[in-house]
């Protein structure tokens, strides 16, 4: 019943304003989720469109760290919806702006579904041309309740190349296709490794995995992002890469994916 609600309510008025709902999602955790969505959402910007970017971890905020925006509280104008915090450029909403930096997420599945929809219709989201969701890691209830009750446009499935990780990305495509929701294609997060003091490639994590997995499903592999110190450090400063290295090789393959977008 309140599933029902809360879908009308999502389908009349909530998202009314947003063109393009992306959910940028993996089987498993730690794979490069945020640090993917965060990134694609600013190459999104930095190509012209109007662009938000909704947390959807609910037990994992990580967008207010990588954005710089952690101390910050989202203003209320009625006391009953938010607006979203700006960052960079993009409009932003995280329930990791609503809790305490140490405030661990206790709620069990239902809750948290729940908590998640209302920050998404609370937030006063300006008119966009795409919305970046960062979803949380699985495919249980959250990411089941976020299907069914936002008309996400389409999905794209985060992976390392090493098997275990492959394994869970599998999981989130037949979630997405269970679901009627296409998938554009898969992003290989930590490709490989770039030595940042002589610039020597090594396959940590395997070699062509994503790539078979987008052919097994029908689907794009829509790039690969090298793993790289610098790439990790422009996060933990606020500054994602896009911002702080708009000319590197890293910006390009996001923009890049952007495209493909
Ligand atoms: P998830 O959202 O899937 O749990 P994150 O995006 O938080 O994963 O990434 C996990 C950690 O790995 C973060 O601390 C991030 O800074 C780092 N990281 C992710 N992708 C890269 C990369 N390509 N190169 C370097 N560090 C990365
Ligand atoms: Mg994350």
Known sequence: YEVATLKQANNQSLLKNVKNIIAVSSGKGGVGKSSTAVNLALALAKEGGKVGLLDADIYG??????????NEQPLSPDNKHMSPIMAHGLATSSIGYLVAQDGAMVWRG???????LQILQDTLWPELDYMVID???GTGDIQLTLAQNIPVTASVIVTTPQDIALVDARKGLTMFKQVNIPTLGVIENMSYHICENCGHHEAIFGEGGARQLAEQYHTQLLGQIPLH??????????????INQPDSE????????ADSV
């Open 250 to 257: 890293f910006t390009r393959y996001y923009c890049e994916i």
């Open 135 to 137: 979803m949380p890691p």
């Open 229 to 242: 110190r610098s790439l990790r450090q422009d996060l933990d400063n606020g500054t994602p890469t896009v």
């Open 61 to 70: 905020p990580s967008i207010p760290t990588m954005l710089g925006t952690k």
């Open 110 to 116: 239902p809750m948290a579904s729940k908590a998640l």
